[in-house]
């Protein structure tokens, strides 16, 4: 063994030999070739050499006392530093050498001696570029392996983001769908999602006969009243409450839907029969029956329910509703606060209704109406001294309709505007010609019905401007009439317009008085000119031959209060003489004469009644 210097960047080679000889011959040989060489001369040697630095080859003899060349080959084959480093095994020619022997215990070539020097060389030489070669695989393997690592932790890392970026995004889809399908104010699910629902039931009621639902539609009375007067946050708060005590009248399976604004879709699932739908329905009209304590104001809120049996023939979810709805419209118009089961020959009726919804868009466009004129009686002068328009339609095909017909229909589809517009500029207009006649009266006056929904409108009052500029009537001639329900509906809007009618010294009159809910001294409040008696007043008066009903009382304060009183509907002179009697100053009848039409009215006036 010496312990020259190694040289790092050279190849070494440690030869294991119990010959000196040999050790020299073939180091001196190898060194010059350009390798470190290092020598041992047995098994022991050949350790500490490796233990020192790897040899990158090892020439090992095979013959040696003690520790033969194939021992010592097993044992670095054995030993895991060594076990990789070529060894060339070196024998005698008359030595007896086992090759396969050899190969087996790992070696990988064999010179023999007396040595071929080029032989030793090259074959030294190729074993340790094979070995460089191995070991450069095995480097660029692991640096492979390194960099898969490496990437597959950077794919890992991208993948986990993405993941939750799918999550996320996801989460948020979820709370989009959410908003979409709910309602923001009271949390419940909203028509899409009602909807929805409703089609599954009908689906399982297709395929599943034993199963049975029920759907209702409600309709809070009056809420508009709430919201306009209260103001917007009482009428959210209330439908709140509202939400919140259909709910506990529902089991947890049932499920309450905001339609929208006030109205409410339930859908009432494993029914055995109706009456559990019904007993829902009552159980909801009691509940909203007991008032509302909201924050600040305690409210009363009735609703009416349409009430539909969850038949699988229906074609679809939004026909359950629609008939649902239909139901919930006849509940209302038989005095709200009740519910009502739906039948077929509803549907029939709203399409009726429909017809007449639309063949009054038409009228509209096309002034399909004709406008009667009754005339109004002063009591105190026995003389005419005004008429009331009342409208007509003339129908294409079905004739002459009457208002009480047609005035509902108009009133819910919004067309009123138009037509009561149009009636007063007509009649305005009508009255400046009558004007001009010499046997008319100086002061004759017109009345001319308003709905009640031209109040919700702050541009009537811009309206009626102009049809007073156009048609150069005097707002002293001119009486417009109201409905209680005008007045009942208290709103900003009403009072303002009201406020502006007695500006421009426009007389107002209370049509109707005694039909609706106003009690005398609410009417207090409001500037009116006159009150008109409902013709069942004075109807009744004749049932009621000493005390004439409550005619007398209502005369009485009227005056008391400085309105005049119109009395309605006085059909004989028994009814003429009692409202005289009582001080009545005005009255309208058949007995002075029926609504008469436009060309009647002038002879007339010529031919100058008096009663
Ligand atoms: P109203 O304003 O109370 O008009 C009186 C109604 O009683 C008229 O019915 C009139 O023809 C009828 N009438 C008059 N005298 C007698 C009588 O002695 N006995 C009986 N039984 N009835 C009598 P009409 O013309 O059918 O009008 C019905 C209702 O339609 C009106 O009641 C009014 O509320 C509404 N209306 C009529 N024209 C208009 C209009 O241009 N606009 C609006 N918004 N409503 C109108
Ligand atoms: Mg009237
Ligand atoms: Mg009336």
Redesign the pocket.
């Known amino acids: 063994m010496n312990y020259q210097q190694l040289d790092p960047d050279k190849k070494d080679i440690l030869i294991i030999d119990d010959k000196p000889d040999n050790l020299r011959v073939l180091s001196s040989l190898l060194a010059r070739k350009g390798y470190n060489v290092r020598k041992a001369l047995n098994w022991q040697m050949a350790l500490t050499a490796c233990q020192t630095v790897l040899p990158d080859l090892i020439l090992l003899d095979i013959m040696m006392p003690e520790v033969d060349g194939y021992e010592v080959c097993r044992r670095f084959k054995s030993w895991d530093v060594t076990a990789d480093i070529p060894v060339i095994f070196i024998s005698a020619l008359d030595d007896i050498f086992d090759k396969i022997k050899a190969f087996r215990l790992g070696g990988v070539d064999y010179i023999t001696k007396p040595f071929e020097f080029e032989e030793v060389v090259v074959r030294v030489q190729n074993q340790l570029e094979l070995r460089a070669a191995r070991l450069e695989i095995l480097k660029l393997n692991t640096e492979l392996e390194q960099r898969v690592k490496y990437r597959t932790l950077e794919l890992e890392n991208t993948l986990e983001k993405l993941q939750g970026e799918i999550a996320s995004r996801q989460q948020l889809q979820d709370k989009l769908l959410d908003i979409v399908l709910h309602d923001s104010l009271t949390g419940l699910p909203n028509r899409v999602l009602f909807i929805r629902q409703l089609g599954n039931a009908l689906d399982l009621a297709k395929q599943d006969i034993s199963y049975q639902f029920a759907v209702l539609y409600l309709d809070c009375d009056r809420f508009k009243v709430v919201n306009d007067s209260l103001g917007h946050i009482v009428g959210d708060e209330l439908l709140i409450a509202i939400a919140h005590r259909l709910q506990l009248c529902l089991n947890s399976g049932d499920t309450l839907a905001r339609l929208g604004g006030d109205e409410f879709g339930i859908l009432i699932e494993n029914l055995r029969d109706i009456s559990s739908a019904i007993q829902v329905a009552e159980l909801m009209l009691q509940q909203l029956s007991i008032p509302f304590k909201l924050s600040r104001y305690e409210v009363f809120m009735n609703a009416s329910i349409g009430i539909n049996w969850g038949n699988k023939d229906y074609e679809k979810a939004e026909y359950l509703l629609r008939d649902a709805d239909t139901a919930m419209y006849r509940a209302k118009a038989q005095g709200k606060a009740r519910y009502k089961l739906f039948d077929p020959a509803m549907y029939q009726e709203a399409i009726q209704l429909l017809e007449i919804e639309n063949d009054l868009r038409r009228a509209v466009e096309r002034e399909e109406f004709i406008i009667?004129y009754?005339p109004i009686i002063s009591l105190h002068t026995g003389r005419i001294s005004g008429f009331?328009?009342?409208?007509r339609w003339l129908h294409p095909v079905r004739g002459l309709i009457?208002?009480?017909e047609f005035?509902p229909v108009a009133e819910e589809t919004g067309l009123?505007n138009a037509?009561?517009i149009w009636?007063l500029q007509s009649a305005c207009h009508q009255l400046r010609i009558w004007q001009n006649h010499p046997a008319t009266p100086k002061n004759l006056t017109i009345s001319?019905?308003?709905?009640a929904r031209l109040f919700t409108q702050p541009n009537l009052i811009a309206q009626i401007d102009k049809i007073i500029y156009e048609t150069q009537v005097n707002p002293l001639n001119l009486e417009l009439?109201i409905t209680e329900s005008v007045i009942m509906e208290n709103t900003n809007v009403v009072k303002t317009i009201i406020e502006e009618i007695k500006n421009r010294k426009i007389k107002l009159v209370m049509?109707?008085f005694g039909t609706g809910y106003s009690s005398l001294s609410y009417i207090h409040s409001f500037p009116l000119h006159s009150l008109k008696i409902d013709?069942s007043f004075i109807t009744q008066m004749q049932f009621h031959q000493d005390t004439m009903g409550l005619v007398p009382a209502i005369i009485s304060i009227a005056e008391s209060m400085g309105m005049t009183v119109i009395a309605?509907?006085?059909?004989t002179k028994e009814q003429l003489a009692k409202l005289r009697s009582l001080n009545c100053d005005f009255a309208?009848?058949?007995l002075f004469s029926q609504?008469l039409e436009e060309q009647s009215v002038v002879n007339f006036i010529a031919d100058a009644h008096q009663w």
């Open positions: 009667y009754q009331e328009a009342l409208v009457a208002p009480t005035i009123i037509i009561d009636v001319v019905n308003l709905s009439e049509d109707d013709k309605e509907g006085v059909e309208q009848g058949y609504p």
